[in-house]
Nanobody
């Protein structure tokens, strides 16, 4: 069983920055779709940013130009650099991975069906204050 451990959340003022990290272990994937999702109180969990095994990235419209998703060289660590943070970004952030992804099946996008994700982190809380 694979495991994802996400971290890096905290409390930041509007306009500030945070970098989230996700450490993966317990599995090997040559083809994958990985990303970050968030859930605010009273709202459904939504996709924020994703990256696939070809290095393609995609972002939700609400975070384009502010957030950047990337991987470490060993590809066992996922990052989300968040800049120009807004109160609307306050949420629990989760990393997730589909380790059997294929472009023949679906495009790796933030709107990906969350049922496709094989592994989920436990979440890290991001709070943006005014």
């Amino acid at each position: 069983q694979g495991q994802l451990v996400d971290s890096g959340g905290g409390s930041v003022q509007s306009g500030g920055s945070l970098r989230l990290s996700c450490a993966a272990s317990g599995y090997t994937a040559n083809s994958y779709c990985m990303g970050w999702f968030r859930q605010a109180p009273g709202k459904e969990r939504e996709g924020v940013a994703v990256i696939d095994s070809d290095g393609r990235t995609n972002y939700a419209d609400s975070v384009k130009g502010r957030f950047t998703i990337s991987q470490g060289n060993a590809k066992n660590t996922l990052y989300l650099q968040m800049n120009s943070l807004k109160p609307e970004d306050t949420a629990m952030y989760y990393c997730a991975a589909d380790v059997q992804w294929s472009r023949l099946h679906y495009l790796c996008r933030p709107s990906v069906s969350q049922e496709r994700m094989d592994y989920w982190g436990n979440g890290t809380l991001v709070t943006i204050t005014s």
